[in-house]
DNA sequence: ACGAATAAGTCAAGCAATTTGACTTAATAA
DNA sequence: TTATTAAGTCAAATTGCTTGACTTATTCGT
């Protein structure tokens, strides 16, 4: 008798289900449109005035959502719009990089609430995950002061790191922090915190970052290209986060380019850690950004080579990405504040010709994201909320997480 | 008074929509593992025996699922497995190509009733339309003879044909069929048949084709990679294929490779249609495949050249694929049989380094799938049954086909 | 050979959540 | 002033999953 094979199948779903999602639904649209009466809730969403109705009341109740004042458009009776809640939720987001590691507290509409930064020792994460819980319980403490039910309404720990993760790759002379990426950070983290945690690349960070409240707001299919010490892109396909079949999809920093004979990976010529190698910025100074900016403004020759160089290998990779995955639009996202990313933009117009459409277009083809810092640490703090309120097909599903 | 701005939203969903996700469920899973008892059922997809139970009553009503011969396999009451009934429904599919189209009757686990071939000119659309209706209501005639209600349980038909769809391009010297792309063939089908018209490239079809049958069966995370005239890629992503923004994703052979100052899309180099003007034959020729056949096997010099220079290039592809999409697996099909496609493959190999992991791998990172000629117009036919069976977000909301 | 254990499956009531259709409220337009 | 329009409520109906007890059929242990 052969051996009892696993049996394969989807998980099914129940009205419990449905009815999450239709609460997600409204989030959504609440956050996507502003403030919405539950007239044109039921409209937008398909779904009765009385069951907008009730979701409603729920929400309300669980303080996610809370009603203005009347409105009057026309005849009728007036409108009672409601609006998201920022109190109704919090979120902490955690970066962790080689230089530096960011914790921020945000709100379920992304207002940034506190804020911290520490350095972790990169090869020693046992030592690493102390200063990391003392850093979150640090801002914890100091955002739930004076905000009576905040404990309670934290939805979970996002974490941001460099990827990809689970692989065994020969180091490519650039920094891995493989150490942290074989250690069970997540486990740990949730035991420090008592919270829900999760992990994903600062692409996908930066991409979440950029779906809730930035360049992709409202958009369905989007690249978000994400020019770090290394590069990575993160990926919304159909309205979700994509993540591939074991966690690494969107490594576009792997991607060779460069001449036949000599396939180099993208990020070896387009990260902002090439860029330092080749000007010699230490990116352990605390001055690294006001230097580079400097550098930028004095028409820095190795900086406009740079930009050459990177911006040719990058006008490549969004061409191969506008090909392979047909977003609405391409958005260049990066940790480097200042004139520098604008001008790689700049540098890789005119994109190279391709099934995009031109015409016709509400987002252009490719457009700037966020260059702050601090983009990577709110997307990660944005995840919790993404996982929490964002309507997903998972959320349906009877067991979760699949 | 601004002016009144659409309002967004993802739609709702209800108790239909949940019990019609349920049904797919099951319907899936009797697909992916066989036989299952209800119990069998129940534990894999999460719902209690007794929904399991009131599903498969109305399934085996509809004449979708029948029982088996009672199993006993240890304590406890024997189990009564449930199967798919091939007769439970048809689809038809319907390839159109540059020197031939195909149309198949298939039943719902993928058996071919029927077939036939047809030529419709190029560039006369408006003519082409006709050739097609009487070629499918001659195959819908022959395979409904002796099945009393075939014609009720046809699924719709599953159109494909070279994309992309909706583009202007420059003609870059392979043959295109512009005039068919920007017709209504949609609609003047489901006019002149009466039945739900769907329409994807090949590649896609390819990809549905293998997911439902071939080597992508079971599997959620999917490159396929389709060698035909052009080249394209189907994509299986998270369970469902992926078509993009705009209809497009996937479309690999339009990714440039070669040297940074001759940037050559894939498809110039490793297209079938590449090789057949390098060989001189014509793909017209209903003898093509015994001529390509004939020099493969005499070692012909001009196909060793072909094969190496493409699978260079498609080295390149199947890294990049795998690189950015992270799939479980990365399958190349393609309309030629014979020994060309096994060929390439074993030229292809070995494989870059990537990050698809190596170790403990159920599927191997490259294989080969389908090289029927057949096989677009197998997984063309598959489209309709995926629409209407296969568990999807999509089935589960108010609003259909979002 | 017999009872205990185990597993599949049914029955009937319970329950959650959307839907339906009538009704109320409040505004504008004619 | 009245008709019309739109927002929102009420209460009953309906759908379809869940629950827990029960039945049936088989194997295992003694």
């Given at each position: 008798m052969s051996e009892q094979r696993p049996i394969r199948a989807k998980s099914g779903a129940n009205h419990e289900g449905t009815s999450a999602h239709n609460r997600r639904v409204i989030i959504d649209a609440l956050r996507v449109n502003g403030a919405l009466?539950?007239?044109?809730?039921?409209?937008?969403?398909?779904?009765?005035?009385?069951?907008?109705?009730?979701?409603?009341?729920?929400?309300?109740?669980?303080?996610?959502?809370?009603?203005?004042?009347?409105?009057?458009?026309?005849?009728?009776?007036?409108?009672?719009?409601?609006?998201?809640?920022a109190d109704g939720a919090y979120s902490i987001g955690l970066q962790i990089d080689r230089h530096i590691s960011r914790v921020i507290v945000v709100d379920l509409v992304g207002n940034i609430l506190a804020r911290?930064?520490?350095?972790?020792?990169?090869?020693?994460?046992?030592?690493?995950?102390?200063?990391?819980?003392?850093?979150?319980?640090?801002?914890?403490?100091?955002?739930?002061?004076?905000?009576?039910?905040?404990?309670?309404?934290?939805?979970?720990?996002?974490?941001?790191?460099?990827?990809p993760f689970g692989v065994e790759i020969a180091d490519d002379s650039l920094w891995l922090m493989q150490a942290w990426q074989s250690f069970p950070l997540v486990e740990r983290l949730a035991a420090g915190t008592g919270l829900a945690v999760s992990l994903q690349n600062d692409a996908a960070a930066c991409a979440t970052a950029e779906r809730m409240l930035g360049a992709a707001h409202g958009l369905d299919h989007a690249v978000c290209i994400y020019v770090g010490y290394g590069i990575g892109a993160g990926l919304i396909l159909g309205g979700e986060l994509y993540s591939g079949g074991h966690g690494n999809a969107g490594e576009i920093g792997m991607v060779l380019f460069g001449e036949p004979d000599e396939l180099v990976p993208l990020e070896?010529?387009?990260?902002?850690?090439?860029?330092?190698?080749?000007?010699?910025?230490?990116?352990?100074?605390?001055?690294?950004?006001?230097?580079?900016?400097?550098?930028?403004?004095?028409?820095?020759?190795?900086?406009?080579?740079?930009?050459?160089?990177?911006?040719?290998?990058?006008?490549?990779?969004?061409?191969?990405?506008?090909?392979?995955?047909?977003?609405?639009?391409?958005?260049?996202?990066?940790?480097?504040?200042?004139?520098?990313?604008?001008?790689?933009?700049?540098?890789?117009?005119?994109?190279?010709?391709?099934?995009?459409?031109?015409?016709?277009?509400?987002?252009?083809?490719?457009?700037?994201?966020?260059?702050?810092?601090?983009?990577?640490?709110?997307?990660?703090?944005?995840?919790?909320?993404?996982?929490?309120?964002?309507?997903?097909?998972?959320?349906?599903?009877?067991?979760?997480?699949?």
């Open positions: 009466s539950r007239a044109d809730l039921a409209r937008a969403t398909g779904l009765t005035k009385q069951a907008v109705s009730n979701l409603i009341e729920t929400l309300e109740g669980d303080g996610l959502v809370a009603s203005e004042e009347l409105v009057r458009k026309g005849r009728g009776q007036p409108s009672t719009p409601y609006r998201l809640v911290a930064t520490a350095k972790v020792p990169p090869r020693a994460p046992e030592e690493g995950v102390a200063v990391l819980l003392d850093l979150v319980a640090g801002v914890r403490a100091a955002f739930a002061a004076g905000r009576p039910d905040a404990e309670a309404r934290i939805a979970g720990i996002g974490v941001a790191m460099p990827g070896h010529r387009a990260s902002i850690a090439s860029l330092y190698a080749l000007v010699g910025i230490d990116p352990a100074d605390p001055g690294q950004f006001d230097r580079l900016e400097a550098l930028v403004a004095a028409g820095d020759r190795r900086v406009a080579d740079w930009i050459g160089r990177a911006a040719r290998d990058l006008r490549r990779a969004v061409h191969t990405a506008e090909t392979l995955f047909d977003p609405q639009t391409v958005i260049l996202s990066g940790g480097v504040p200042g004139a520098l990313m604008p001008a790689l933009v700049a540098a890789i117009e005119p994109l190279l010709p391709s099934l995009s459409p031109t015409a016709g277009r509400a987002v252009p083809r490719l457009r700037l994201g966020m260059t702050d810092p601090w983009a990577v640490a709110i997307g990660a703090a944005a995840d919790p909320i993404r996982r929490a309120f964002d309507p997903s097909f998972s959320a349906i599903l009877k067991r979760q997480g699949e």
